[in-house]
Nanobody, 125 residues
Framework: QVQLVESGGGLVEAGGSLRLSCTASTPPFTTYAMAWFRQAPGKEREFVSRISRIGAMTYYADSVEGRSTISRDSAKNTVYLQMYMLKPEDTAVYYC??????????????????WGQGTQVTVSS
């Protein structure tokens, strides 16, 4: 069982930045590809970004491409999502997720075995 704990959410003005963190309880951290999803009120949970097991490959949703950077620190068992130029439409609960099997369908939330509890990001206009 892998436990994931997110942190770093909060209230920020439009145009601001935030860095989300997700720490995994179970090493070796490089066993898992990691991803971020988000869910806005009244909407489906959607893919945001993914990083491969050793960080060589990264993927972004079109909605955050160019405004976000995903990274991981294996020594700290932590994955980060740095978000820039935030917009009110980025307001959502952000979840990190772990994929143990290296699925190619990385935008599909069903491919992820473990999830964090989520952290709220609110962007004011």
């Amino acid at each position: 069982q892998v436990q994931l704990v997110e942190s770093g959410g909060g209230l920020v003005e439009a145009g601001g930045s935030l860095r989300l963190s997700c720490t995994a309880s179970t090493p070796p951290f490089t066993t898992y590809a990691m991803a971020w999803f988000r869910q806005a009120p009244g909407k489906e949970r959607e893919f945001v970004s993914r990083i491969s097991r050793i960080g060589a490959m990264t993927y972004y949703a079109d909605s955050v491409e160019g405004r976000s950077t995903i990274s991981r620190d294996s020594a700290k068992n932590t994955v980060y999502l740095q978000m820039y130029m935030l917009k009110p439409e980025d307001t959502a609960v952000y979840y990190c997720a772990a994929d143990l099997h290296g699925s190619m369908r990385y935008q599909n939330q069903d491919e992820y075995e473990f999830w964090g509890q989520g952290t709220q990001v609110t962007v004011s206009s």
